[in-house]
Each structure stands twice: as C-alpha cells, then as structure tokens.
RNA sequence: GUCCCGGUAGCUCAGUUGGAUAGAGCAGCCGACUUCUAAUCGGCAGGUCGGAGGUUCGAGUCCUCCCCGGGAUGCCA
C-alpha cells in the first residue's frame, strides 16, 4: 500500500487485482478492477465488474474467471467472506463491509488532511481566470469567469498541487489606445479629472472613442448603391473622414505607448490602477483568491510578440498568406483543423492568438506549468484549438528537457442567457455591471432573509 | 458549406473507462403536519434516453447516417 486509504473502492481494488494476477496470469497488470458502490443494495455495498470485460479479452467464460478470482481474494480484514453465492449474474462480484472495517476507515479519514494523500512531486497548474479589460465594467460572463477559475485553482490546491492564477488582463492594443487618446484629450480640456477618475467615467470614455474612430465606409458603400445623392454622400463623407482622423491619433497613441512615451504612459496607467482596483474590489466580493500578483496582461507580452513571430518565421512555422501571417494546423499531426491560426495581420500589427501564444510560452516554459486551465466562454473555442496547437507546434508548450507537451485545456462555459433566452443585457442592450449584479443579489437576499422570522431551530 | 457543443420525466439537470431494475430536485397527485407568502414530513405516479441502423453476452454511454436547438468560422478581442 503506498498511502493509508479510507476509501473502500481503493482497497478493495487492490485486493482484486492481486486476486486476478493470481486467478489468470495471463491478464494485464494494469487490469481495471471495476470496483463500484453496489446498484443493488440488498445484494451488497460494493461490486466488482471486471470479471466480464477481463474474460472477453483472455477468452475465458465471464462467470468461470468470478469464479477464480472469488477463490484467490483475500478480504477478511474488510469484508464478510466472499463465496461463489456472491458471483451474480454474468459476472459481477459482491462484497458486503464488516461492520468494524468502516469504523477503520472512518476514523483514517480525521485527519487534518481529510484522507487526501499529497502528490509525491507536486505538479504545476496555471489557471487562466477573469480576464477583464481596461476601462470597461466587468459584466456576468467575469463572474464565471473568476468563480469557476477560482474554484478549479482551489481545488488544484486542496490537491496538493502548485497553483498559480493568470488574470490575462486586456490591458493592451488600439481599444486601449483609443481610450487613452480619449482620456487625455478630456483630461486636458479639464472636462475629467484624472485624480476622482471612475471606472463609470472611463466605461463612458471607452464607448466614446469606440464611435468616434467607427468609420462609414459601409454607409458610403449604400449610398453609392443605392444612389442616395450628393449630400447624403457628404455629410457621411465628413463623419467618415473625420473618424478616420480619429482613428490616426489613437494608432499614434498606440505607438507611444508602446514606446512608453511618460505623457501617455501615465494616462493608460491611470486607466490600468482605477480599472484594476475596482476589478479586485469585484474578485474580493465574490471571495475568490485573485489578487494583484495574479494580473500579467497583454501588455506584459508587448515585448515578446515579435521574437514569438520571427522565431516561428525562421523555423518555418508561420508562413505568409495572403498578406497575413499564419500557421497552418490542418494535417493530421499538427490536430487537423482547417482554419489557420492568424498571427499577424497584413498591416503588421499582431492578435490576440499572438499574444494568447506568447503566453503560453510563458507560461509552460518560465513558469513552469504542467497543466494551463483557461476558464473562457465557449465561444472562443476554435480559437483556443488553434492556440493550443499552434503552440505544440512550435514546441512553446513543452517544458524544458520535458518529452512529451504539458497538458492545455479549455475549461469552456457558456453564455449567461437572460430570461429570454439571449445573451443577459438591459433593455437597451447594455451589458449588466457585475458590481451592480451583485448589490441586488444582496439587497434581495437581505430582504428574503430580513422578511422570515428565524425557524424554529431544529438542529 | 465545414467544424464544435447540446437533445434523458411536465421543467431544470445527474448518469464513472459499455454492466444488474436509467436517477435527483422542482412541478403534479394522495396523505400527515400546521402562524410565517418557492423550498415541513411521508408516499404515489411520471421515460419510444431526438430518430434509424450497426458493434457487443450486454448500449443513455461506442461507430455511421439523419432531424432539431445553440455556437463558431482568415486579418476585432
């Protein structure tokens, strides 16, 4: 026995299989002992059903093979004898516990580990959690985000395992840009103030900035079909050229960002500390584990994205394609899927599959991750297919001197659906604030609770 | 078009690597209880497991085709 178990389906899986290497040599030592708690419970507490399975493989009668193992098992320190009136039907065995052997294990079970062993050599598990943005309000699909994250990290942590949580923040790109263009032009004209800045104010913002820099080529491109006319064509005209001038700033922004510029660089972390704090406050409120040390956004990986992309170009694995840059995972061996991982646009700017590789790169290679968890709504998964593959192919998913790559997986939830049954938003179509979600929860289950007088205790 | 995820009781869902009679909660019905507006306690009833083939001693579970719902699908994140 390698760890003391309380649990009787362990045990008695090592009693049977020490009985089937006895009974038929012949059958493999990894043979799965199929024990189970009992369907039938006047017939016993636990059952056997390897006997079927075992026999098709080594040619033998189901019952004749119970049979032998029934004759080679020793259980009389947990169970009442077994005995071939204990073989039932095809095959299955029946054991039924001695009333002392529970007591036994039970009382293996109080102790301060609750009879979970701790893994010999700990593994290490990164798990992707709540990825909010900057300058937006957290909505519902953060809440299971950050719930369900937390809760698989704590629970790789009750295992025993090393855990460390990556909040991939969406701190990074031309959105970001655009706000900050946005902020600082505001802050200037002393319409915001920057020090009482609000996450609210920057949600205001970054929908403002979003429509400004929106051109009307669509709208142009009707009026040309349709023949709408000339002053229709000049008023989009205007609005078009204006946004497009917009749009210029904010890439401006963007490259003194990236070339942390101090005037620009403060504002964006401006943005950062007021969308951060509040965004902690939320993960505190619903008592998750997630804190400052968890956050590495995108802009961490800034740096990062174009050795990524040279070294994949210099291996031969990203090719150009139509302008873009992609790496094809359509043979077999790379996971056969057709679409191929976009990593660099035409214009040359990056996505977020790059920096999504990027991290795990980081991830599996600095960090040293066994297992990376991301906990993101269903729908990016194709995306995550991609990465996930594009990554192995690169071999940015094995760690150093490991053989085989780490384990990467998509922990998908769905869509928070309103009563309707579409995605949860106000009428007019707004997403929910978490924070707000959350105050109501509260006020309601305060005033449910407040209503009812105490029961009676009964307990 | 292609790919992914679903379809199990009226509703919401469990159902281990294929195993004995497919389960729970709520709703329903019967009864008990009785100050407390979804959630007191018994009990009963409730199913072509989306459909059709196939593999198997054995299929809700595996394979093929089809139907229905949702989602994704090269230059947003």
């Known amino acids: 026995m390698t760890h003391q178990t309380f649990d ?23 043979a799965d002992a199929m024990i189970s708690p009992s369907k039938r419970a006047e017939l016993g507490d636990f059952q056997c059903n390897a006997a079927m399975p075992l026999a098709k493989r080594l040619g033998m009668k189901p019952r004749d093979l119970a049979t032998k193992i029934v004759e080679h098992i020793d259980v009389t320190d947990l169970c009442e004898p077994v005995t071939e009136a204990d073989i039932a039907g095809p095959g299955f065995i029946n054991f039924r516990l001695q009333q002392d052997a529970i007591g036994t294990l039970l009382d293996r079970l109080d102790s301060p580990s609750l009879g979970l062993p701790a893994p010999e050599s700990p593994t290490t598990v990164v798990v992707d959690v709540c990825g909010v943005n900057l300058a937006k309000q957290m909505h519902v699909g953060h809440l299971r985000s950050s719930v369900i994250g937390d809760t698989l990290a704590r629970t790789f942590e009750r295992l025993g395992e090393t855990v ?16 900050t263009r946005k902020l600082q032009s505001e802050a200037e004209a002393g319409r915001v103030s920057l020090d009482d800045l609000t996450l609210d104010e920057l949600d205001r913002l970054y929908k403002l900035a979003q429509h400004e820099c929106r051109g009307q080529g669509k709208g142009l491109e009707l009026v040309a079909k349709y023949n709408l006319g000339p002053k229709i064509e000049a008023e989009l005209r205007a609005m078009h050229d204006e ?7 904010a890439k401006a922004t963007l490259v003194a960002l990236q070339a942390q ?29 997630i804190t400052e040390a968890d956050s590495a956004g995108e802009s961490s990986y800034a740096e990062e994205l174009t050795t990524v992309v040279n070294d994949l170009v210099a291996r031969g694995i990203a090719e150009e394609s139509s302008g873009a840059l992609v790496v094809r995972l359509d043979s077999p061996e790379d996971g056969g899927i ?3 991982c976009l990593i660099r646009k035409g214009d040359g700017g990056y996505l977020y599959a790059t920096t999504d590789i990027a991290a795990i790169k980081r991830r599996v290679q600095t960090i040293g991750a066994d297992r990376v ?21 690169a071999g940015y998913a094995t760690k150093p001197g490991a053989s085989q790559p780490s384990v990467l997986e998509h922990a998908a939830f769905g869509t928070v659906l309103g009563e309707d049954g579409r995605p949860f938003k106000t009428r007019s179509g707004e997403n929910i604030r978490l924070s707000d979600l959350l105050d109501e929860a509260i006020d309601r289950a305060r005033q449910d609770g407040g209503q009812q007088e105490p029961r009676p205790a009964r307990r």
């Not at 290497?21 to 990894?30: G, K, L, Q, R, T």
């Not at 401006?270 to 008592?287: D, E, F, N």
């Open 338 to 340: 057709a679409e191929p």
């Open 243 to 249: 946004a497009m001038e917009h749009l210029a700033e």
């Open 261 to 289: 510029e101090p005037a620009v660089h403060a504002i964006w972390k401006r943005i950062y500390a007021v969308t951060m704090g509040a965004c902690l406050k939320t993960c505190q409120r619903l008592h998750t584990r």
């Open 8 to 30: 009787p389906v362990e045990l008695l899986g090592e009693r049977v299989r020490a009985a089937i290497s006895a009974a038929a040599p012949d059958a493999p030592d990894d």
């Open 164 to 179: 460390v949580r990556q909040n991939h923040v969406g701190d990074w790109g031309l959105p970001i840009a655009m706000v």
């Open 373 to 393: 968890i991301y906990t993101v709504d269903a729908r990016q998964s194709l995306h995550f297919k991609q990465v996930f593959a594009a990554a192995r192919k």
